[in-house]
């Protein structure tokens, strides 16, 4: 059974009287344990996408349906403890917190989403600063950090809750070619040993490239679907 089914879906905004299309009527479904890209230029759509499997934003028509959850019908604060229940998101500028050490800022949504106690919380992150390569950083904060290694911390933290879906949303924006490819080859790895599902929005072609399926947008309508063969993990 897929992971994420959307049919017909439909998201308008509106802006003083007029009414703008972001998504029109698309369908799709996401497996678990896939890598997704959803891409087009600005404004075709694929954060708006983005943003309502995240239950960020809620669909204006059509059904959209994450763990068997129809999520249009989910209310604020149910669709906040689903977020907090099953998703980690990382974004293009990090939204790390710059007062808090990376260990604080991987440790924040084990504390304010999910309430682990502490002896359970410092075994989690011991074990994702060593998975992203970032043992003995845990210490530094943000701005001790390069891109590379803050968007590191990044990964971890959406993964400290033990998220079986990972939404991106232009993750490699801010990294030089050779990070991007590192931070992509972390991704795939975790995928691999966790079972996790990552979706990226993205211009980058990067993750294109590595991407298993990829859903091109355009006017807010889905144009296209490619899928490609297996690969092997990238390298730098």
């Known amino acids: ?36 890209a959803f891409v087009g230029p600005s404004g075709s759509g694929k954060t708006t996408l ?38 980690g998101f990382i974004f293009q500028d990090f939204n790390l917190v710059p007062v808090l050490t990376a260990y604080e800022n991987i440790e924040y949504p084990l504390i304010m989403v999910q309430n682990w ?6 075994e989690q992150i011991e074990r994702l600063l060593e998975a992203v390569g970032m043992t003995g950083q845990g210490k530094k904060r943000p701005d001790q950090l390069s891109g590379g290694q803050k968007q590191r911390v990044a990964v971890a933290r959406a993964l400290a809750t033990n998220a079986q879906l990972v939404l991106a949303d232009e993750p490699t924006a801010n990294l030089d070619h050779d990070t991007a490819y590192r931070i992509l080859d972390l991704m795939k790895k975790m995928r691999d040993g966790l079972g996790t599902t990552f ?13 298993e399926v990829l859903f091109t947008l355009e006017d807010g309508r889905l144009k296209s679907r490619e899928e490609s063969p297996v690969r092997e993990p990238v390298h730098a």
Do not use: W
């Open 50 to 87: 983005l943003n309502m499997v995240g239950c960020l934003d809620r669909p204006s028509g059509g059904r959209l349906t994450v763990f068997d959850t129809d999520v249009a019908a989910l209310d604020r604060r149910a669709a906040a403890r689903f977020r907090g229940e099953h998703m």
């Open 199 to 211: 979706i990226f929005s993205t211009h980058d072609p990067k993750i294109m490239a590595e991407a």
């Open 1 to 36: 059974m897929s992971l994420i089914i959307a049919q017909r879906l439909v998201k308008t905004y509106r802006a003083g009287e007029v009414e703008v299309p972001a998504v029109r009527g698309v369908d799709f479904a996401i497996e678990a344990k896939s890598f997704v």
């Open 117 to 122: 106690p502490e002896r359970k919380r410092r």
